[in-house]
Nanobody
Framework: VQLVESGGGLVQAGGSLRLSCVAS????????MGWFRQAPGKEREFVAA????????YYTDSVKGRFTISRDNAKNTVYLQMKSLKPEDTAVYYC??????????????????WGQGTQVTVSS
């Protein structure tokens, strides 16, 4: 299974970015997907997750109302739309492939596959 992220970059505070993650190697539409991030000197943290159908979605509290996770099963792609970005959103963002159709935990142990990461930098 391969996950390839794109869409990261440098943006000013208040700006927007959309991350994409294209998956290959298994039936994408059967599995939940997630996004995590890791800031310098910090542990990797959960950001958002979406079930196989897109009907069940979770967000960490700090991004609720600003980030939107979605998926297009026809394109084997999961997205993370990020708006009203803050400097504290600066991190490497990772796409993650879940073990099941529904994401059962926000712990990274609930995910089997990981992308290489894409850097998001928000300047103040």
């Amino acid at each position: 299974v391969q996950l390839v992220e794109s869409g990261g970059g440098l943006v000013q505070a208040g700006g927007s970015l959309r991350l994409s993650c294209v998956a290959s190697g298994r039936t994408f539409s059967n599995y939940g997907m997630g996004w995590f991030r890791q800031a310098p000197g910090k542990e990797r943290e959960f950001v958002a997750a979406i079930s196989y159908s897109g009907n069940t979605i979770y967000y960490t509290d700090s991004v609720k109302g600003r980030f939107t996770i979605s998926r297009d099963n026809a394109k084997n792609t999961v997205y993370l739309q990020m708006k009203s970005l803050k400097p504290e959103d600066t991190a490497v963002y990772y796409c993650a492939g879940g073990s099941y159709g529904y994401v059962t935990s926000m712990d990274d142990r609930a995910f089997d596959y990981w992308g290489q990461g894409t850097q998001v930098t928000v300047s103040s």
